[in-house]
């Protein structure tokens, strides 16, 4: 049973908010407002009719921590309840659920370490979304089911322990792995018809831990294009060329963030029917494209 619904939101810590904002609006195409969280500064950054989708504030470039969306009050229930089984830790944080802008909300984090937030009831604006780019992203699926801000890549020492814990205690269901170079396998979750809210990869060699990319998808490939434009325009480093993946069958870009880490952009990702859907193996990332680190 998935109790989580999709991917609602992230908090990310980065060194320059300014940077960001520029980023964000110009390149991404979400729009941005400066508020005031918790006595910190934030920028909030908006992509749908939701009041927030990605809150960002100073600090140093990492993963803050990932809003994981329930359905309602039922569903953070059954999410508390499996916790308690596993023996995880949490707790119902009423203060920081107004501060998110949910009805409810708790926090725990996972074996790797990273926090999570469970909520349900996310704050709808009247405000209507109108990106400066002509993009619409993609959010839910043509016939209304929530898919989420997108997805998120994380990376981890302990990916056995990690990816039995979002299947076991969250319910999330596993899409399928890749193999990009031999010995390293990656794991692809999903918790609802998007093909992966959710991917663990191990640590690399001598890479870091902490998030990879996060990905966003719109619905017009002109407006993949007129971004990648933009990548090049200013000179922001893309970490891997347009292409198209094997897997959930994305045709995007990769492009490197002001903090470092990447963000995929992308279209016409696929959907999961669970009725036909079957696990398998790639051997190979992209059927073309997604050279990464380009010259």
Known sequence: MTRVEALGYLGLRVKSLDDWEVFATEVLGMTASRQEIDGEGALVLRMDERAHRITLRTGDDELDYVGWQVSGPDAL????????????????????????????????RDPAGYALEFHYGPTMTQQPFVSATGA???????????????????????????????????GFKLSDHIIPVPGMLLTFLHTNPR??????????????????HFMVEVDDLDVVGRALDKVHRRKIR????????????????????????GVEYGTDGLLIDEKTWSVVTYDASAYWGHVFDPA
Not at 80 to 100: I, T
Not at 240 to 261: C, E, I, W
Request: charged fraction near 20%.
């Open 77 to 108: 229930d059954e999410v508390a309840a499996a916790l308690d089984e596993a023996g995880v830790a949490w707790k119902d944080d009423p203060e920081l659920a107004e501060l998110r802008g949910v009805r409810r909300l708790l926090t725990c």
């Open 136 to 170: 619409r992203f993609v959010t839910r699926t043509p016939d209304g089911a929530d898919t989420g801000l997108g997805h998120v890549v994380v990376v981890c020492d302990n990916v056995e322990e990690t990816i039995e814990f979002y299947q076991r205690v969250l």
């Open 195 to 212: 093909h992966h809210s959710l991917a663990v990869a191990p640590i690399h060699g001598a890479g870091p831990g902490g998030i990879n």
């Open 238 to 261: 893309q970490l891997a060329t347009l292409g198209r993946h094997t897997n959930d069958k994305m045709l995007s870009f990769y492009v490197q963030s002001p903090s470092g880490f």
